[in-house]
């Protein structure tokens, strides 16, 4: 609790005239409160003063009505004040979250699901809201309610007051054990919330495939066990709830039975022997809900408040993660990039897994090198290191000769573009999809990029041609057409490097082609890697990367791939395997052309 | 279609629909004995509470005054029990009541789930899953305080507030009249707020929506955004979606906030008026006018009226507080509501039977399909193929192939004509026994966040390990699994994070082979996988074809030319189909198609 409210500090300090406002509103609300019973109890006293003369009567009835409309306006511009410090504060909070999503590195977000992740951004980060907004004040007030109280009691009879104060340390006790047991419970229902946030976001994104394997009872089940998971963990608190909220409202009732009881044996005394008037016990048993309410409150109070701390740390998760990968102190700014790239003796382990091992290579500046090799044998990660997406276990990668690690990052990424395999595209239009990384490209541009990736003729098949919406990751366009999109893209942002990470795998081989042949005029001068299965798109490469299970067994252009022995010759046996069908055809195909 | 994105709200209607409370009320009906039980409960405690003034006000008017000492400790006594029972009803309340909330919201977040895996993958493809999600979950949550805290209470709040009304004017029925004269005007002032107030959380919730659809994505997207450097600019949007729905919430509580003044200042009136007019009739003048009679209140009464005020004015504020609730509340629930009304376009049949253990005959008649309305993609398409063929479909990107397979496994109904299934039409059998007998491997991979079993498992619930591992060895996966930190027992992250894409799909591919379907489905499974995987697949994959019907789209020709028959589409139709050799023969689209990839391969 310490903890979340010296975290709540750093960003309360930003707003803090705000509070004070708001604070000193509550304050008014409170006190006003008091002239009330004041005036009432001495209407009382003089009651038969009026008899006399009922104009005496004005006076106090106005000052009781100015009084309360008084009160009414503080607490609405109390009430409104706290509002907009409290969304000041969240919307600060999330901004910083926001923030620091941006800088995390990749293997942040293979480590952490996306439903959990926006339900501390959203859900936490409402409680932290709601208890600055709310539970905070409601402290504050309750406490500028009570101790004025007290004072003016005691001024007026301190003996009953002290013996009405006897009843507070029990309100410590309960209070101190409800906080201790709610708080694992509170972290608990969060936790719970999370999951079942993480489970329906999975659902949701993958909804082809459950559909596809008629797997919606599975789904449902598993759902089911979230939910329930969520209802324990609600009642469970609930639970923690009765046992210690009743004790504090009990005591809040003992406030009055004492009253009636110590007040009324001190009124029975008479004034003159020490005792009270009968005004007086009147005045207390409308100043008694000074007592009574924010006893009542108290344990509510409380149980807000562990639930606020749970999702404070909840939300630090978020805050306090650092990057691993940030510019160095004295990084390299440059507008432009050379596109030179070496690798010099990378190593990478993913966890505990080794991927790449000793990765040696120089690329000229201009050059198009082409990766090659099986499924899961470290080409993309490779390409990852350039980015600096991951940094190297060990080695270096050094672009311009400089180590990348003494780059700016801006720059870096900057002069970097890259076509994922793993295409995501936004839910947005399809111009806004391409024009992602400079968005204040103009149409034109967007349109030229779009023909070098051949993906102007469809955009024109939809309805609204660019300023068509795509769904969420592109879905409802075909591999092939998010391929495009996503290379074209990469294109837009004009790098000095230029990657393109099995961009067009699902693209028939007529357009792949084309697009090969387009994009050779378009990155005249740029360094290109390219990473595909199929021996077309890589032929050109001025050298050839093959990589097996995280090594480069062999490297060269074409010609001297093909030219190895077949033994131990993986770009070889490839080359012979896609090629072989053709030699074949080529044959009929001759066969068939004379007849 | 209209898709939906970001920073679009969604329309909902501004009239209140009291179609809505009654849908509520439905999920509370089985719990109506225990809710009976409760406000039973919650009425005796209230009817306790009303003793206690009176007996204050008895302490006063005469057990001090004639120094009753043991009157005064049985008053104190009473009170007390009145007080203890008075907290163990209310911590049954708090028990009851949240089991009860927590009960309808399981129940109302079950429905929305279930009928979101009936829902047609246009529903997901149209609008940003964050906008789902957030319905899904925290909307259905914001019900439990409305049926825990507020429905009950607010029974009881009204009954209180009867009951202190009735015994006002039981003990004095003048005063009582004066005493409520600021009701009507409050209840008006309340009334003329309430189409703005309830347009102004509308306002919020659909902002609330916008919000969480931009955070779902930017998280999902977060690589792209990095790998482009567009974390600033997102930054921007986000502030400004943050402060719309900032602002919505101001504009909410700047008309929300007045409830609770309002009663304050109506209460204070009531009270001002109380003591004017009880002093008055206490001890004012002797004016023969019969509203001025003295001696018609006590001291004691005036004492105890003051009580049974704030008790009337307190449950008002209670009631103002509920109806703020629940204002903001369907607010959500609309959007709820809304979701669970979306028509599943695609459902069983109303006679619909169960597809009984397919061969595998699939006919298409005359089949005719737009996605969108007069944007035709396939006109008048027919085929038939046997059990066990395999079918390759070629042709540009876009022409339709995706689609044939779609209306296969009914992803959409066709628009004209018939898909037979060993003859059985697919719109007549039920949607579960058709797909559970069709495995279908689409062009987006999707791994779930578990283990690698768990994956492969996804295709055969009860799968054993062992068949899980004889799936993944058919398709070549085995190898590069085992040599993951855990082998199968892997996590593999969030849409597998982790693994490259060709072993995606190689995944994919042994849960597909493991649903050990008839009809198998193949699209563009193999584009990330490497040549030599591929070919080594491919043997594999030979022998599983074998008494299966499949359908292979691909690009690469070597996949394509071992396939019993090879329809080329595009156009709307197919244009051509035969075997690799016939279409060789007849040197239309596929030969051409064919010779290109080989002279660019010449060219290359």
């Given at each position: 609790m310490?903890?979340?409210?010296?975290?709540?500090?750093?960003y309360?300090?930003?707003?803090?005239?705000?509070?004070?406002?708001?604070?000193?509103?509550?304050?008014?609300?409170?006190?006003?409160?008091?002239?009330?019973?004041?005036?009432?109890?001495?209407?009382?006293?003089?009651?038969?003063v009026?008899?006399?003369?009922?104009?005496?009567?004005?006076?106090?009835?106005?000052l009781?009505?100015?009084?309360?409309?008084?009160?009414?306006?503080?607490?609405?511009?109390?009430?409104?004040?706290?509002?907009i410090?409290?969304q000041?504060?969240m919307?600060?909070?999330?901004?910083?979250?926001?923030?620091?999503?941006?800088?995390?590195?990749?293997?942040?977000?293979?480590?952490?699901?996306?439903?959990?992740?926006?339900?501390?951004?959203?859900?936490?980060?409402?409680?932290?809201?709601?208890?600055?907004?709310?539970?905070?004040?409601?402290?504050?007030?309750?406490?500028?309610?009570?101790?004025p109280?007290?004072i003016?009691?005691?001024?007026?009879?301190?003996?009953?007051?002290?013996?009405?104060?006897?009843?507070?340390?029990?309100?410590?006790?309960?209070?101190?054990?409800?906080?201790?047991?709610?708080?694992p419970?509170?972290?608990?229902?969060?936790?719970?919330?999370?999951?079942?946030?993480?489970?329906?976001?999975?659902?949701?994104?993958?909804?082809?495939?459950?559909?596809?394997?008629?797997?919606?009872?599975?789904?449902?089940?598993?759902?089911?066990?979230?939910?329930q998971r969520?209802?324990?963990?609600?009642?469970?608190?609930?639970?923690?709830?009765?046992?210690?909220?009743?004790?504090?409202?009990?005591?809040?009732s003992?406030?009055?039975?004492?009253?009636?009881?110590?007040?009324?044996?001190?009124?029975?005394?008479?004034?003159?022997?020490?005792?009270?008037?009968?005004?007086?016990?009147?005045t207390?048993?409308?100043?008694?809900?000074?007592?009574?309410?924010?006893?009542?409150?108290?344990?509510?109070?409380?149980?807000?408040?562990?639930?606020?701390?749970?999702?404070v740390?909840?939300?630090?998760?978020?805050?306090?993660?650092?990057?691993?990968?940030?510019?160095?102190?004295?990084?390299?700014?440059?507008?432009?990039?050379?596109?030179?790239?070496?690798?010099?003796?990378?190593?990478?382990?993913?966890?505990d897994?080794?991927?790449?091992?000793?990765?040696?290579?120089?690329?000229?500046?201009?050059?198009?090198?082409?990766?090659?090799?099986p499924?899961?044998?470290?080409?993309?990660?490779?390409?990852?290191?350039?980015?600096?997406?991951?940094?190297?276990?060990?080695?270096?990668?050094?672009?311009?000769?400089?180590?990348?690690?003494?780059?700016?990052?801006?720059?870096?990424r900057?002069?970097?573009?890259?076509?994922?395999?793993?295409?995501?595209?936004?839910?947005?239009t399809?111009?806004?999809?391409?024009?992602?990384?400079?968005?204040?490209?103009?149409?034109?541009?967007?349109?030229?990029?779009?023909?070098?990736?051949?993906?102007?003729?469809?955009?024109?098949?939809?309805p609204d041609?660019?300023?068509?919406?795509?769904?969420?990751?592109?879905?409802?366009?075909?591999?092939?057409?998010?391929?495009?999109?996503?290379?074209?893209?990469?294109?837009?942002?004009?790098?000095?490097?230029?990657i393109?990470?099995?961009?067009?795998?699902?693209?028939?081989?007529?357009?792949?082609?084309?697009?090969?042949?387009?994009?050779?005029?378009?990155?005249?001068?740029?360094?290109?890697?390219?990473?595909?299965?199929?021996?077309?798109?890589?032929?050109?490469?001025?050298?050839?990367?093959?990589?097996?299970?995280?090594?480069?067994?062999?490297?060269?252009?074409?010609?001297?791939?093909?030219s190895?022995?077949?033994?131990?010759?993986?770009?070889?046996?490839?080359?012979?395997?896609?090629?072989g069908d053709?030699d074949?055809?080529?044959?009929?195909?001759?066969?068939?052309?004379?007849? | 279609?209209?898709?939906?994105?970001?920073?679009?709200?969604?329309?909902?209607?501004?009239?209140?629909n009291?179609?809505?409370?009654?849908?509520?009320?439905?999920?509370?009906?089985?719990?109506?004995?225990?809710?009976?039980?409760?406000?039973?409960?919650?009425?005796?405690?209230?009817?306790?509470?009303?003793?206690?003034?009176?007996?204050?006000?008895?302490?006063i008017?005469?057990?001090?005054?004639?120094?009753?000492?043991?009157?005064?400790?049985?008053?104190?006594?009473?009170?007390?029990?009145?007080?203890?029972?008075?907290?163990?009803?209310?911590?049954?309340?708090?028990?009851?009541?949240?089991?009860?909330?927590?009960?309808?919201?399981?129940?109302?977040?079950?429905?929305?789930?279930?009928?979101?895996?009936?829902?047609?993958?246009?529903?997901?493809?149209?609008?940003?899953h964050?906008?789902?999600?957030?319905?899904?979950?925290?909307?259905v949550?914001?019900?439990?305080?409305?049926?825990?805290?507020?429905?009950v209470?607010?029974?009881?709040d009204?009954?209180?507030?009867l009951?202190?009304?009735?015994?006002?004017?039981?003990?004095?029925f003048?005063?009582?009249?004066?005493?409520?004269?600021?009701?009507?005007?409050?209840?008006?002032?309340?009334?003329?707020l309430?189409?703005?107030h309830?347009?102004?959380?509308?306002?919020?919730?659909?902002?609330?929506?916008?919000?969480?659809?931009?955070?779902h994505?930017?998280?999902?997207?977060?690589?792209?955004?990095?790998?482009?450097?567009?974390?600033g600019?997102?930054?921007?949007?986000?502030?400004?979606?943050?402060?719309?729905?900032?602002?919505?919430?101001?504009?909410?509580?700047?008309?929300?906030?007045?409830?609770?003044?309002?009663?304050?200042?109506?209460?204070?009136?009531?009270?001002?008026?109380?003591?004017?007019?009880?002093?008055?009739?206490?001890?004012?003048?002797?004016?023969?006018?019969?509203?001025?009679?003295p001696?018609?209140?006590?001291?004691?009464t005036?004492?105890?009226?003051?009580?049974?005020?704030?008790?009337?004015?307190?449950?008002?504020?209670?009631?103002?507080?509920?109806?703020?609730t629940f204002?903001?509340?369907?607010?959500?629930?609309?959007?709820?509501?809304?979701?669970?009304?979306?028509?599943p376009n695609?459902?069983?049949?109303?006679?619909?039977t169960?597809?009984?253990?397919?061969?595998?005959?699939?006919d298409?008649?005359?089949v005719h399909?737009?996605?969108?309305?007069?944007?035709?993609?396939?006109?008048?398409?027919?085929?038939?193929?046997?059990?066990?063929?395999?079918?390759?479909?070629?042709?540009?990107?876009?022409?339709?192939?995706?689609t044939?397979?779609?209306?296969?496994?009914?992803?959409?109904?066709?628009n004209?004509?018939?898909?037979?299934?060993?003859?059985?039409?697919?719109?007549?059998v039920?949607?579960?026994?058709?797909?559970?007998?069709?495995?279908?491997?689409?062009?987006?991979?999707?791994?779930?966040?578990?283990?690698?079993m768990?994956?492969?498992?996804?295709?055969?619930?009860?799968?054993?390990?062992e068949?899980?591992?004889?799936?993944?060895?058919?398709?070549?996966?085995?190898?590069?699994?085992?040599?993951?930190?855990?082998g199968?027992?892997?996590?593999?992250?969030?849409?597998?994070?982790?693994?490259?894409?060709?072993?995606?799909?190689?995944?994919?591919?042994?849960?597909?082979?493991?649903?050990?379907?008839?009809?198998?489905?193949?699209?563009?499974?193999?584009?990330?996988?490497?040549?030599?995987?591929?070919?080594?697949?491919?043997?594999?994959?030979?022998?599983l074809?074998?008494?299966?019907?499949s359908?292979?789209?691909?690009?690469?020709?070597?996949?394509?030319?071992?396939?019993?028959?090879?329809m080329?589409?595009?156009?709307?139709?197919?244009?051509?189909?035969?075997?690799?050799?016939?279409?060789?023969?007849?040197?239309?689209?596929?030969?051409?198609?064919?010779?290109?990839?080989?002279?660019?391969?010449?060219?290359?």
């Amino acid at each position: 609790m310490l903890n979340a409210c010296k975290f709540l500090w750093r960003y309360i300090r930003g707003y803090w005239k705000r509070m004070v406002v708001t604070l000193i509103l509550a304050a008014g609300s409170s006190i006003t409160v008091l002239i009330g019973p004041e005036i009432y109890g001495e209407m009382v006293d003089n009651i038969w003063v009026y008899k006399s003369d009922m104009k005496l009567l004005i006076v106090p009835v106005l000052l009781v009505l100015a009084a309360y409309l008084g009160r009414a306006l503080f607490i609405f511009f109390f009430r409104y004040n706290s509002e907009i410090f409290s969304q000041n504060i969240m919307v600060k909070i999330r901004e910083d979250m926001y923030k620091n999503l941006g800088k995390l590195d990749f293997s942040y977000y293979d480590q952490n699901r996306t439903g959990d992740i926006m339900t501390k951004m959203t859900a936490d980060a409402d409680m932290i809201r709601h208890f600055c907004g709310y539970t905070m004040f409601e402290f504050a007030r309750n406490i500028m309610l009570f101790i004025p109280a007290i004072i003016y009691m005691m001024t007026i009879n301190y003996k009953l007051t002290l013996i009405l104060l006897v009843l507070i340390p029990f309100v410590g006790y309960f209070a101190y054990k409800l906080q201790e047991k709610a708080r694992p419970c509170y972290m608990e229902n969060r936790n719970a919330f999370s999951a079942l946030n993480t489970m329906v976001e999975e659902n949701i994104a993958g909804n082809r495939v459950v559909k596809a394997f008629a797997s919606e009872n599975y789904e449902k089940e598993k759902f089911q066990l979230r939910n329930q998971r969520f209802k324990k963990a609600q009642i469970n608190t609930s639970i923690v709830w009765s046992k210690y909220i009743p004790p504090l409202d009990m005591i809040a009732s003992l406030f009055t039975v004492f009253l009636i009881l110590f007040g009324g044996l001190l009124a029975m005394q008479g004034v003159e022997n020490g005792g009270i008037s009968s005004g007086d016990i009147l005045t207390f048993s409308m100043l008694l809900w000074t007592l009574e309410g924010p006893t009542r409150m108290f344990g509510w109070l409380i149980s807000e408040s562990s639930r606020f701390s749970a999702s404070v740390e909840r939300v630090r998760d978020i805050l306090d993660a650092k990057p691993e990968i940030v510019s160095n102190k004295h990084f390299v700014i440059k507008d432009r990039l050379n596109g030179k790239i070496e690798f010099r003796h990378v190593n990478f382990n993913y966890g505990d897994d080794p991927i790449l091992r000793d990765i040696n290579f120089v690329v000229e500046p201009g050059q198009t090198v082409a990766l090659v090799g099986p499924t899961g044998s470290g080409k993309s990660t490779l390409t990852n290191l350039i980015c600096r997406f991951y940094d190297v276990t060990e080695g270096q990668v050094l672009i311009d000769d400089m180590d990348v690690r003494t780059i700016e990052l801006k720059t870096l990424r900057r002069n970097i573009s890259t076509a994922m395999q793993d295409i995501f595209l936004f839910s947005d239009t399809i111009s806004e999809n391409i024009a992602y990384g400079n968005p204040d490209t103009d149409l034109e541009e967007i349109k030229r990029v779009s023909r070098v990736a051949d993906a102007e003729s469809f955009i024109y098949d939809f309805p609204d041609a660019y300023e068509t919406i795509i769904g969420e990751r592109g879905v409802g366009l075909s591999g092939g057409q998010k391929q495009r999109i996503a290379l074209a893209r990469a294109l837009l942002k004009n790098p000095a490097i230029l990657i393109l990470d099995d961009t067009t795998s699902s693209v028939d081989m007529q357009t792949e082609h084309e697009i090969h042949k387009t994009l050779a005029e378009y990155f005249e001068g740029r360094t290109t890697i390219i990473i595909a299965h199929r021996i077309s798109s890589v032929k050109h490469a001025d050298q050839i990367f093959v990589l097996s299970d995280g090594q480069i067994i062999e490297h060269g252009t074409h010609e001297e791939l093909i030219s190895r022995p077949r033994e131990e010759a993986y770009y070889r046996s490839v080359y012979e395997n896609q090629y072989g069908d053709f030699d074949n055809f080529y044959k009929g195909g001759a066969v068939n052309g004379q007849k | 279609m209209a898709r939906n994105k970001y920073d679009v709200d969604e329309d909902l209607e501004v009239e209140f629909n009291f179609g809505h409370l009654k849908r509520l009320f439905r999920y509370l009906k089985p719990h109506k004995k225990s809710v009976a039980f409760v406000i039973f409960l919650m009425l005796v405690s209230s009817i306790i509470s009303v003793i206690g003034p009176y007996l204050v006000k008895d302490a006063i008017d005469t057990r001090i005054p004639n120094k009753d000492y043991t009157g005064l400790f049985i008053s104190a006594g009473v009170y007390l029990g009145c007080c203890i029972i008075t907290v163990l009803i209310s911590r049954r309340k708090v028990l009851d009541m949240t089991r009860i909330g927590q009960d309808i919201v399981l129940d109302l977040r079950t429905d929305v789930f279930n009928h979101l895996q009936e829902l047609p993958f246009t529903y997901f493809d149209s609008r940003p899953h964050g906008k789902i999600m957030v319905r899904v979950v925290n909307y259905v949550n914001s019900i439990s305080d409305l049926i825990s805290n507020g429905l009950v209470n607010l029974i009881t709040d009204i009954f209180v507030l009867l009951v202190t009304a009735v015994i006002m004017f039981v003990v004095n029925f003048k005063l009582a009249l004066v005493c409520l004269i600021p009701l009507p005007i409050f209840v008006v002032v309340v009334f003329s707020l309430k189409r703005k107030h309830r347009k102004a959380w509308q306002n919020y919730s659909t902002k609330n929506s916008n919000q969480n659809a931009y955070i779902h994505e930017s998280i999902a997207g977060m690589k792209v955004t990095k790998a482009f450097g567009r974390e600033g600019r997102n930054l921007k949007i986000f502030r400004n979606i943050q402060k719309e729905c900032k602002d919505a919430w101001m504009g909410a509580q700047k008309i929300q906030l007045w409830f609770w003044p309002m009663v304050e200042v109506a209460s204070a009136v009531s009270t001002v008026l109380l003591f004017v007019f009880g002093i008055l009739w206490l001890v004012g003048p002797e004016i023969s006018d019969s509203i001025f009679t003295p001696g018609l209140v006590t001291v004691g009464t005036i004492f105890a009226f003051r009580s049974y005020v704030s008790m009337f004015w307190n449950p008002i504020i209670n009631i103002a507080n509920f109806y703020n609730t629940f204002t903001t509340t369907m607010a959500y629930l609309e959007r709820v509501f809304e979701l669970l009304d979306e028509k599943p376009n695609i459902v069983d049949a109303p006679d619909a039977t169960e597809l009984p253990p397919i061969e595998g005959a699939v006919d298409f008649c005359d089949v005719h399909f737009a996605y969108e309305p007069n944007k035709m993609i396939l006109d008048g398409v027919s085929f038939h193929v046997n059990p066990g063929q395999t079918i390759a479909l070629v042709g540009p990107t876009g022409a339709g192939k995706t689609t044939i397979i779609n209306l296969l496994s009914r992803f959409y109904d066709v628009n004209e004509g018939k898909i037979l299934i060993d003859g059985h039409d697919i719109s007549k059998v039920t949607l579960h026994s058709l797909r559970k007998q069709m495995g279908v491997m689409l062009q987006d991979t999707f791994i779930f966040a578990g283990t690698v079993m768990d994956n492969i498992k996804y295709g055969k619930l009860d799968a054993t390990d062992e068949e899980a591992m004889e799936a993944a060895k058919v398709v070549c996966a085995h190898d590069f699994i085992v040599q993951l930190e855990n082998g199968y027992q892997t996590e593999v992250n969030e849409r597998g994070s982790r693994l490259s894409v060709g072993q995606r799909q190689l995944i994919s591919f042994a849960r597909a082979l493991l649903a050990d379907p008839k009809i198998l489905i193949l699209d563009e499974a193999t584009s990330s996988i490497d040549t030599e995987t591929e070919m080594a697949l491919q043997k594999g994959l030979d022998r599983l074809l074998e008494g299966r019907t499949s359908f292979v789209i691909a690009h690469r020709l070597s996949t394509i030319k071992n396939a019993d028959k090879i329809m080329y589409v595009d156009q709307k139709h197919i244009i051509e189909a035969g075997t690799h050799d016939e279409l060789m023969e007849r040197q239309g689209a596929y030969y051409n198609l064919y010779r290109a990839q080989y002279a660019f391969l010449e060219e290359a």
